[in-house]
C-alpha cells in the first residue's frame, strides 16, 4: 500500500495464501471443489500495554470478583446471563453438541441479481480458489459475470452457520457471508423517522441538481486513514531513533532535581 | 516519557523515603544527581549490592544483587556464580548517568561495591580496613583508630582515603596495583590490624575478639571476592540520611560527628573531592612478609 515508501509497522498480518477451509460449492447435483482464504485483513494500529516504570508488557490474569483470586483455566466455564447477575452454566461438552457440523459443502439455493442485495448485509469476504476444478470455476465465474448474478446459499464456518453469496470479483469468486435479519437493525423502530415533512418541488429540484454536480465514479483508493499513516510514521521516526519527547510541565519539587541534572550533565560533557 | 537528559524517567517524585526529614524521592535523585560526577568514576565497572526502600527508611528495606526484571537494555549488567547461594547473580554494574539515576528512582538509597571491578573480579583493586567501634566506643574511637592507622601506613609508605561509614564506622582505603590476591590483601590488613592492636589497647584485630564493649575491629573480612563496602557519597538508609563522606585527614583530626555529613548538609556543602585522586593514585603492595 503507499505509504511513502516508510515502514508498514502495522501489527495486521499480510492476508494469508494458506486457505482456512476446503470443501465444495455445491448447486443442485454439481460440485465444485474450492478452497477458502481470508481477503481482508484489518489494517488498525494496535498496540500493546506496557508498565510505564520499566517498559515491560502486561499480562492478564482472570480474577474470581468474590475472592480476588487468579483462576486457572481449568477451573472456568461458560455462563449465559440470563438477567444481571444471574447465570445458566453451559458445560463444554453441552455447547460442543448444540454446535453445527460442518459438511464442507457451500449449498447454493438459487441465483439472485448482485446489485439487489443490500451491502448492510455483508460481513466479511473470503477469497475462493479452485481445488482441481479448475474448468468448473471458470465456468461459473463467466456464467455469474455475463448475468451480473450472484449465488446465494449458506455455509458452517468452523461453528456458525452463515448466510453467503459467491459473487465474482477481479477474476475471482469470492464468498461474502451475510448478517442475519435479526442482526440489522430497522430503522422503522425509530421514531425520528416518521412524519417527516415532504420538501417543495423546488427544493428537491435545487438538491438533485447538487448530487448531479458532485457525481462521479467512486475510487475507494481516494480514501486514506490519515491516523494510521500518521501514526505509522510516528513509528518508522522512532524506529530510526528519532525520539519524540512529551514535555511534560516540571511541578515544583522537581524544578531544583531538573537545574541539578543539566548542570551534572553540563559537568560530565566536560571531562 | 523521560526527562530532557536522561533515559531514565523519574517516578513518585513527592514520595517520601526520609520520612523524620521530609525528604522526597526527588531530592534523594537530586543527591544523586549533585554527586554523580564524584560517584560514577569510583562504581565504574563494579557489581554492585543495592539496597532499596521503596517505603522509606522507616520501614524495612531490601538487597538486591540481581539485576531485576524490567531492567532496562542499557544497563550494563555482570554474571558471576555466587558460592555463598549457589546459583548464578547478575549484578547491575553503574557505569553511566543514567544507570545511577535509575537505581535512585528505583529508591535505592544504598550502594555497596566491591573492592574489585567486574573484568577482573577475583584481583583487588582497593584494600579496605573498615574500622568499626563497639559501643560505648562511637565514632571518636574509630576516628582515633583511622589515625593511628595513618601513620602505620605511611610506615609501609603507602597513603590511605579515609571515609565515614555514614554509621559509626570509619573506613580507609588504599587504592593498589592489581596482582596481590584476595588472601593477600586480607592477610596485610589483618597483620597491620595485629599491629595496631599492639600499639593500642582498646583496638581489636581478631573476629572473635569483636564484641567486647569499648573496643575498635579493624575488620579485614571485607577483603574478599564478592564481599562490599559502601559507596563513598553512598546514601545510608538511617532515620537522618547520612552519607558515606570522603573525607581528608585534616577533617579527621579536627574531628567529627556522626551528624555532620547527611544528604542535606552534603547537598548543600562545597563540591570538593577528598578522593579525587584516588583511582591515580594506585600502590604497590609488598605482601608475604608481613609475619607476626
Same mark, same amino acid.
Given at each position: 500500500m503507499a505509504n511513502d515508501g516508510d515502514v508498514e509497522p502495522y501489527s495486521a498480518q499480510k492476508a494469508s495464501k494458506r486457505p482456512i477451509w476446503t470443501g465444495t460449492i455445491t448447486i443442485g447435483l454439481v460440485n465444485i471443489p474450492v478452497r477458502v482464504l481470508p481477503m481482508i485483513f484489518d489494517k488498525e494500529v494496535t498496540f500493546r500495554f506496557l508498565h510505564k516504570e520499566d517498559g515491560q508488557p502486561l499480562r492478564y490474569q482472570r480474577i474470581c470478583t468474590k475472592d480476588e483470586k487468579v483462576v486457572p483455566w481449568e477451573d472456568i466455564v461458560k455462563g449465559y446471563e440470563v438477567s444481571k447477575g444471574e447465570f445458566v452454566v453451559l458445560g463444554k461438552e453441552e455447547l460442543a453438541a448444540a454446535r453445527p457440523e460442518s459438511d464442507r459443502r457451500i449449498r447454493i439455493d438459487k441465483f439472485v441479481d448482485y446489485l439487489s442485495i443490500e451491502p448492510i448485509y455483508f460481513e466479511r469476504s473470503y477469497l475462493l480458489t479452485p481445488d482441481k476444478s479448475g474448468d468448473a470455476y471458470r465456468l461459473l465465474y463467466?456464467?455469474?459475470e455475463k448475468m451480473g448474478k450472484a449465488a446465494a446459499g449458506r455455509v458452517t464456518l468452523r461453528t456458525k452457520e452463515y448466510p453467503v453469496l459467491i459473487h465474482v470479483y477481479k477474476g475471482a469468486l469470492v464468498m461474502t457471508t451475510l448478517r442475519y435479519a435479526d442482526e440489522v437493525r430497522d430503522p422503522s423502530a425509530f421514531k425520528e423517522l416518521e412524519g417527516l415533512r415532504e420538501p417543495s418541488k423546488g427544493e428537491l429540484d435545487i438538491a438533485v441538481r447538487i448530487v448531479k454536480d458532485l457525481t462521479g465514479d467512486f475510487d475507494i483508493r481516494e480514501y486514506r486513514d490519515g491516523y494510521r499513516e500518521r501514526v505509522g510514521a510516528l513509528i518508522a521516526k522512532k524506529m530510526k531513533g528519532e525520539r519524540i519527547r512529551e514535555e511534560k510541565p516540571v511541578r515544583e519539587e522537581a524544578k531544583e532535581l531538573m537545574a541539578a541534572l543539566q548542570e551534572t550533565l553540563e559537568q560530565l560533557r566536560k571531562k | 516519557m523521560p526527562?530532557?537528559? %536522561?533515559r531514565v524517567e523519574f517516578t513518585n517524585l513527592e514520595k517520601v523515603l526520609f520520612e523524620e526529614l521530609g525528604i522526597t524521592k526527588a531530592k534523594v535523585l537530586e543527591y544523586y544527581v549533585r554527586k554523580a560526577p564524584q560517584i560514577l568514576p569510583i562504581l565504574k565497572e563494579r557489581p554492585l549490592s543495592l539496597k532499596r526502600y521503596p517505603d522509606g527508611v522507616g520501614k524495612a528495606g531490601f538487597y538486591? &544483587?540481581?539485576a531485576p526484571l524490567g531492567t532496562p537494555p542499557w544497563v550494563k549488567t555482570? *554474571? #558471576?556464580?555466587? @558460592? =555463598? #547461594?549457589? *546459583? @548464578? #547473580?547478575?549484578?547491575i554494574v553503574c557505569n553511566g548517568l543514567d544507570t545511577l539515576l535509575w537505581l535512585a528512582n528505583l529508591a535505592t538509597i544504598e550502594m555497596h561495591m566491591p573492592l574489585s571491578t567486574a573484568d577482573q573480579y577475583g584481583k583487588p583493586d582497593l584494600m579496605l580496613f573498615d574500622i568499626d567501634p563497639e559501643p560505648p566506643a562511637g565514632i571518636a574511637e574509630a576516628v582515633g583508630t583511622a589515625l593511628l592507622l595513618k601513620d602505620k601506613l605511611g610506615d609501609e609508605g603507602l597513603r590511605g582515603y579515609p571515609k565515614t561509614s555514614g554509621k559509626k564506622g570509619v573506613h580507609v582505603v588504599v587504592p593498589i596495583v592489581r596482582g596481590p590476591t584476595f588472601k593477600e590483601v586480607r592477610e596485610f590488613v589483618r597483620d597491620v590490624g595485629k599491629g595496631l592492636a599492639r600499639e593500642a589497647g582498646f583496638v581489636r584485630s581478631e573476629f572473635s575478639q569483636t564484641k567486647e564493649p569499648g573496643t575498635v575491629f579493624v575488620d579485614y573480612l571485607q577483603n574478599a571476592k564478592g564481599k562490599t563496602m559502601v559507596a563513598p557519597y553512598s546514601l545510608r538508609?538511617?532515620? =537522618?540520611? %547520612? #552519607? =558515606?563522606m570522603p573525607l581528608e585527614w585534616e577533617d579527621l583530626r579536627k574531628g567529627i560527628s556522626p551528624g555532620d555529613f547527611t544528604l542535606l548538609s552534603v547537598l &548543600?556543602?562545597?563540591?570538593?573531592?577528598?578522593?579525587?585522586?584516588l583511582l591515580e593514585d594506585r600502590q604497590r603492595l609488598e605482601t608475604g612478609r608481613h609475619g607476626e
Amino acid at each position: 500500500m503507499a505509504n511513502d515508501g516508510d515502514v508498514e509497522p502495522y501489527s495486521a498480518q499480510k492476508a494469508s495464501k494458506r486457505p482456512i477451509w476446503t470443501g465444495t460449492i455445491t448447486i443442485g447435483l454439481v460440485n465444485i471443489p474450492v478452497r477458502v482464504l481470508p481477503m481482508i485483513f484489518d489494517k488498525e494500529v494496535t498496540f500493546r500495554f506496557l508498565h510505564k516504570e520499566d517498559g515491560q508488557p502486561l499480562r492478564y490474569q482472570r480474577i474470581c470478583t468474590k475472592d480476588e483470586k487468579v483462576v486457572p483455566w481449568e477451573d472456568i466455564v461458560k455462563g449465559y446471563e440470563v438477567s444481571k447477575g444471574e447465570f445458566v452454566v453451559l458445560g463444554k461438552e453441552e455447547l460442543a453438541a448444540a454446535r453445527p457440523e460442518s459438511d464442507r459443502r457451500i449449498r447454493i439455493d438459487k441465483f439472485v441479481d448482485y446489485l439487489s442485495i443490500e451491502p448492510i448485509y455483508f460481513e466479511r469476504s473470503y477469497l475462493l480458489t479452485p481445488d482441481k476444478s479448475g474448468d468448473a470455476y471458470r465456468l461459473l465465474y463467466l456464467a455469474l459475470e455475463k448475468m451480473g448474478k450472484a449465488a446465494a446459499g449458506r455455509v458452517t464456518l468452523r461453528t456458525k452457520e452463515y448466510p453467503v453469496l459467491i459473487h465474482v470479483y477481479k477474476g475471482a469468486l469470492v464468498m461474502t457471508t451475510l448478517r442475519y435479519a435479526d442482526e440489522v437493525r430497522d430503522p422503522s423502530a425509530f421514531k425520528e423517522l416518521e412524519g417527516l415533512r415532504e420538501p417543495s418541488k423546488g427544493e428537491l429540484d435545487i438538491a438533485v441538481r447538487i448530487v448531479k454536480d458532485l457525481t462521479g465514479d467512486f475510487d475507494i483508493r481516494e480514501y486514506r486513514d490519515g491516523y494510521r499513516e500518521r501514526v505509522g510514521a510516528l513509528i518508522a521516526k522512532k524506529m530510526k531513533g528519532e525520539r519524540i519527547r512529551e514535555e511534560k510541565p516540571v511541578r515544583e519539587e522537581a524544578k531544583e532535581l531538573m537545574a541539578a541534572l543539566q548542570e551534572t550533565l553540563e559537568q560530565l560533557r566536560k571531562k | 516519557m523521560p526527562q530532557a537528559g %536522561t533515559r531514565v524517567e523519574f517516578t513518585n517524585l513527592e514520595k517520601v523515603l526520609f520520612e523524620e526529614l521530609g525528604i522526597t524521592k526527588a531530592k534523594v535523585l537530586e543527591y544523586y544527581v549533585r554527586k554523580a560526577p564524584q560517584i560514577l568514576p569510583i562504581l565504574k565497572e563494579r557489581p554492585l549490592s543495592l539496597k532499596r526502600y521503596p517505603d522509606g527508611v522507616g520501614k524495612a528495606g531490601f538487597y538486591e &544483587k540481581n539485576a531485576p526484571l524490567g531492567t532496562p537494555p542499557w544497563v550494563k549488567t555482570f *554474571r #558471576v556464580h555466587s @558460592d =555463598s #547461594v549457589e *546459583r @548464578d #547473580v547478575n549484578y547491575i554494574v553503574c557505569n553511566g548517568l543514567d544507570t545511577l539515576l535509575w537505581l535512585a528512582n528505583l529508591a535505592t538509597i544504598e550502594m555497596h561495591m566491591p573492592l574489585s571491578t567486574a573484568d577482573q573480579y577475583g584481583k583487588p583493586d582497593l584494600m579496605l580496613f573498615d574500622i568499626d567501634p563497639e559501643p560505648p566506643a562511637g565514632i571518636a574511637e574509630a576516628v582515633g583508630t583511622a589515625l593511628l592507622l595513618k601513620d602505620k601506613l605511611g610506615d609501609e609508605g603507602l597513603r590511605g582515603y579515609p571515609k565515614t561509614s555514614g554509621k559509626k564506622g570509619v573506613h580507609v582505603v588504599v587504592p593498589i596495583v592489581r596482582g596481590p590476591t584476595f588472601k593477600e590483601v586480607r592477610e596485610f590488613v589483618r597483620d597491620v590490624g595485629k599491629g595496631l592492636a599492639r600499639e593500642a589497647g582498646f583496638v581489636r584485630s581478631e573476629f572473635s575478639q569483636t564484641k567486647e564493649p569499648g573496643t575498635v575491629f579493624v575488620d579485614y573480612l571485607q577483603n574478599a571476592k564478592g564481599k562490599t563496602m559502601v559507596a563513598p557519597y553512598s546514601l545510608r538508609g538511617t532515620l =537522618s540520611a %547520612t #552519607v =558515606s563522606m570522603p573525607l581528608e585527614w585534616e577533617d579527621l583530626r579536627k574531628g567529627i560527628s556522626p551528624g555532620d555529613f547527611t544528604l542535606l548538609s552534603v547537598l &548543600k556543602g562545597a563540591g570538593r573531592d577528598p578522593w579525587a585522586d584516588l583511582l591515580e593514585d594506585r600502590q604497590r603492595l609488598e605482601t608475604g612478609r608481613h609475619g607476626e
